[in-house]
């Protein structure tokens, strides 16, 4: 059994890490709040948005005049990882970076094998994640959790989409994760480029529109307008997530450093008491011996 000095020790250090940990909650319990507010106020609007356009391309008779909608064999393809610039939240970080080299691997096995994927990562610890599975990303966009605002994403969402027009890539995925609540995210992989065929819609909910200056300018004009919605989307989605993750990991780690409290302050009890009997044992021999 350990000394006295020794468990003391440790008891000091584990409270001190527990002061840490539980700071570091009740901070993440705070920038959750607000993340969680974006990202709930924007979905709405993303999914109407997404839902009109739906409504819209449904409409035309044929999107092969839209760049953004031809579908061309991927020959070429970019996974674009978003994680967190920050660690101390769990799994979320290894997780989602799992998730894409799973997608890279079954999806996209040729073009791995080929030569022909990319990963970017949106986030230190994804690329971290990816360089310790030999994979080394061609870039990142890291400052983006620096200050989340839609005019940077929008830059990086347009510049998304002139590679995909110019034919440097001819498929691009987001791979995040979507916030459910604090204490589950959601790991998603969705097709950013080329967008979507829209799904059919019933006649019946066909509506008469008079469109101006014409149907296919509108939808045009909104298709980037959606992409840069989405990419904006999934950072919030990201960034509510991290904290939420961030906000379990660190109750966990409160609770297990008061439960290790409770242990050595046992095991202190107990050390204390053999040397206390230890003492009276001696005292009591040499009393013995004295009178002998």
């Known amino acids: ?32 709040k607000k993340a969680q507010d974006a990202i709930l106020q924007i979905r709405p609007y993303a999914g109407k ?22 579908q061309r064999i991927p020959e070429k393809v970019l996974i674009v990882l978003i994680s967190s610039n920050r660690g101390l939240c769990g799994g979320f970080n290894s997780y989602i970076a799992k998730k894409a080299i799973h997608s890279a691997k ?12 990319d990963f970017l990562v949106i986030g230190k610890q994804g690329g971290k994640v990816l360089r310790s599975y030999q994979i080394q990303p ?21 510049s998304f989409m002139d590679d995909f027009i110019r034919g440097k890539y001819d498929r691009i ?12 995210q959601e790991l998603v992989s969705e097709q950013f480029l080329p967008v979507l065929p829209a799904a059919p819609v019933e006649k019946k909910q066909n ?15 909104m298709i980037p307008r959606s992409l840069r919605i989405q990419l904006y989307k999934a950072l919030l989605d990201s960034h509510a997530a991290e ?28 050390a204390r008491q053999a040397a206390i009997t230890n003492a009276i044992l001696e005292v009591t021999n040499g009393s013995e011996a004295l009178s002998g």
Do not use: C, W
Not at 207 to 221: M, T
């Open 207 to 221: 509506i008469n529109y008079i469109f101006e200056p014409s149907l296919e300018y509108i939808v045009e004009v």
């Open 138 to 158: 061609i870039g990142d966009k890291n400052e983006l959790f620096d200050n989340l605002t839609f005019d940077p994403v929008s830059e990086v969402a347009s």
């Open 106 to 117: 079954t999806d996209y096995a040729k073009q791995l094998n080929a030569g022909n994927l």
């Open 49 to 70: 948005l997404s839902e009109l356009l739906s409504s819209l391309s449904s409409a035309l008779e044929s999107t092969e005049g839209s760049v953004f909608t031809i």
């Open 243 to 270: 904290h939420g993750a961030r906000m379990t990991a660190m109750h966990k780690a409160t609770d297990n450093a008061t439960d290790l409290i409770n242990e050595l302050t046992l095991n202190f009890n107990k």
């Open 1 to 32: 059994m350990a000394n006295l000095k020794e468990i003391r020790t440790r008891i000091t250090s584990v409270k001190t890490t527990r002061q840490v940990t539980s700071a570091m909650k009740m901070v993440s319990a705070a920038k959750l």
């Open 173 to 184: 995925d987001l791979v995040y994760n979507k916030f459910v609540n604090a204490a589950s």
